[in-house]
């Protein structure tokens, strides 16, 4: 089964400052910063790409520091004066400052002057990405783009009047329509490493796979390429804090990559989130860099894969306190309406998640009545508990039971597992207790289990109807006088999955994890 690796400990959570580094120092010596927080960044920026053998793979680097024309235009990867090392010649109306850089929607063009049939990048290893701080307005505009015809573009991202976006590498246009919340808002990147196909991808998420025939490969052209515009038509009116263009990148190498920007971009204080992720960081207030990187991964994760719309509620259990464990990721409001948990005596809360110890106050609903919060999803609901520890016992670990129609789910109550989905309860051979465990509904005569997003159980099972008193209960459920006494780090309240969909949901919140150093040994 797939599974997300953890990066290096250098890369991901840098926690002293890099030693002074030759390269770093030629572009710090050429664009005269004298900021001591930027010459850092810039340090640890050309360090952590080393650290990952990313540092070759890549021909130009602009990290738009600085804050002028002047310094902005420079190549951290070859940071001379000249064309021959590809500096930028900005024109028309280009604003500069501790962001990046602005352009003006407009025909004007903002220009770095590169040839591709120089082999600097060849046809089938190539990639090109940006750091987007604005959501894209609605204007017709290019990203990057070169002059060689629709047979050969290397690499373009645009917003139709549609909202459509294309993306090409060195292939036709692709249309790929409807782009998900956020617009072009983040760090966007097209690899391709083979000629058959490229991929594209949002803050270290793969969101497309362009693979048909008119995405084969072409030859490289000898044509300049347009920053933040297009040669001949619209330019972008977006604030760009970060362009490079070089070799393709595996998606491992997409995920280091991307946290090394990230980790750039958060130095200099101008990082960007997704919307919904923003407010959950905000409303919790989480301030660690690692953990607010995760939930924003973990935002544009489901939400490529078309999961966060079906989502009720999620639960993180991100930041180590019942304040900031008690807010629901999908509406992180501090009221009831918003289903935020409200725990009871009893619980441990920890970098790890949430534990109890299983005493008759240790209750902690989610405020979630299913007649009252859940219309309509009787046939259409599933529930998700990511546990950290293989804890045996008679324990009953998320939703309700003792009701008319219950909801919930214990992969191991003294050694059989048990659910329900607004129905009498079925059973089965013990679940994995250390996994993700979910239980899903999408008909009215049918339920399935899963660990770890692998479908282990179905089995025929009637729908009652959604119960009117039971309240969804967390880590024990809410109305059980058998408490759980295992920890969870994750639970999540969606509706009915496919088996394509619960690995993704499964593969989503495994990387949310792994980023955070509590994943579970692969089983």
Same mark, same amino acid.
Request: aromatic share 10%; charged share 15%; net charge negative.
């Given at each position: 089964m797939w599974r997300f690796k953890q990066i290096s400990s250098t890369v991901a959570r840098r926690v002293t400052e890099s030693p002074s580094d030759a390269d770093a120092d030629a572009f710090i010596s050429a664009t005269g910063i004298t900021d001591t927080t930027q010459k850092q960044a810039i340090q640890n920026l050309v360090t952590d790409l080393k650290d990952a053998g990313l540092w070759a793979r890549w021909d130009m680097l602009y990290p738009f520091v600085g804050g002028t024309a002047t310094t902005h235009k420079?190549?951290?990867?070859?940071?001379?004066?000249?064309?021959?090392?590809?500096?930028?010649?900005?024109?028309?109306?280009?604003?500069?400052?501790?962001?990046?850089?602005?352009? +003006?929607?407009?025909?004007?063009?903002?220009?770095?002057?590169?040839?591709?049939?120089?082999?600097?990048?060849?046809?089938?290893?190539?990639?090109?990405?940006?750091? %987007?701080?604005?959501?894209? @307005? $609605?204007?017709?505009?290019?990203?990057?783009?070169?002059?060689?015809?629709?047979?050969?573009?290397?690499?373009?991202?645009?917003n139709g009047p549609g909202?459509?976006?294309?993306?090409?590498?060195? !292939?036709? @246009?692709?249309?790929?329509?409807?782009? @998900?919340?956020?617009?072009?808002?983040?760090?966007?990147?097209?690899?391709?490493?083979?000629?058959?196909?490229?991929?594209?991808?949002?803050?270290?998420?793969?969101?497309?796979?362009?693979?048909?025939?008119n995405d084969a490969s072409r030859t490289i052209v000898a044509q300049n390429v347009a920053v933040a515009g297009r040669f001949g038509s619209t330019a972008s009116s977006d604030n760009y804090a970060f362009f490079a263009i070089g070799g393709g990148l595996t998606p491992a190498e997409v995920t280091t990559f991307n946290t090394i920007i990230q980790d750039y971009q958060t130095a200099l204080g101008r990082q960007t989130y997704d919307a919904d992720a923003e407010t959950f960081i905000s409303a919790a207030g989480i301030t660690a860099k690692e953990q607010k990187q995760a939930i924003n991964t973990l935002v544009i994760d489901l939400k490529f894969k078309g999961l966060w719309d079906k989502s009720v509620a999620l639960y993180p259990f991100v930041g180590g306190t019942a304040t900031t464990h008690k807010y629901n990721l999908k509406n992180p409001l501090d009221t009831d309406a918003g289903f935020r948990i409200t725990f009871g005596t009893g619980f441990?809360? !920890?970098?790890?998640?949430?534990?109890? %110890?299983?005493? !008759? *106050?240790?209750?902690?609903?989610?405020?979630?009545?299913?007649?009252?919060?859940? $219309?309509?999803?009787?046939?259409?609901?599933?529930?998700?508990?990511?546990?950290?520890?293989?804890?045996? *016992?008679?324990?009953?670990?998320?939703?309700?039971?003792?009701?008319?129609? =219950?909801?919930?789910? +214990? =992969?191991?109550?003294?050694?059989?597992?048990?659910?329900?989905?607004?129905?009498?309860?079925?059973?089965?051979?013990?679940?994995?207790?250390?996994?993700? +465990?979910?239980?899903?509904?999408?008909?009215?005569?049918?339920?399935? $289990?899963?660990?770890?997003?692998?479908?282990?159980? +179905?089995?025929?099972?009637?729908?009652?109807g959604l119960d009117a008193t039971g309240e969804i209960g967390v880590v024990g459920m809410g109305t059980s006088s058998i408490r759980s006494q295992r920890n969870s780090a994750f639970v999540g309240v969606t509706e009915g999955f496919t088996d394509t969909e619960m690995l993704d949901f499964y593969n989503a919140v495994e990387k949310y994890q792994t980023t955070l150093g509590r994943e579970n040994p692969i089983l």
């Open positions: 420079y190549n951290l990867k070859d940071p001379r004066d000249l064309d021959a090392a590809f500096r930028i010649t900005f024109s028309g109306a280009v604003t500069h400052d501790s962001n990046g850089i602005t352009g +003006t929607f407009s025909s004007t063009t903002h220009q770095c002057d590169i040839h591709y049939n120089t082999g600097l990048v060849t046809q089938d290893d190539n990639s090109m990405w940006y750091y %987007d701080k604005t959501a894209r @307005p $609605a204007e017709n505009t290019n990203i990057m783009h070169d002059m060689g015809g629709d047979d050969h573009f290397i690499m373009s991202q645009w909202d459509e976006n294309y993306y090409a590498e060195n !292939s036709n @246009p692709l249309l790929y329509s409807t782009f @998900p919340s956020g617009g072009t808002q983040g760090f966007t990147g097209m690899s391709r490493i083979i000629g058959s196909e490229y991929k594209v991808f949002r803050d270290g998420a793969l969101v497309y796979t362009a693979n048909t025939a441990t809360h !920890s970098a790890n998640g949430v534990d109890s %110890d299983g005493s !008759s *106050g240790a209750v902690a609903g989610t405020n979630i009545i299913p007649a009252t919060n859940l $219309a309509g999803k009787q046939n259409n609901l599933a529930l998700h508990n990511y546990v950290t520890e293989a804890t045996a *016992g008679a324990f009953q670990d998320l939703g309700f039971d003792g009701t008319t129609h =219950p909801l919930f789910i +214990t =992969p191991s109550y003294n050694g059989t597992a048990y659910f329900a989905i607004n129905s009498q309860q079925s059973s089965a051979t013990a679940m994995t207790i250390q996994a993700m +465990t979910s239980v899903s509904r999408l008909s009215a005569t049918e339920i399935k $289990a899963y660990t770890n997003g692998v479908l282990i159980h +179905t089995e025929a099972n009637n729908s009652t």
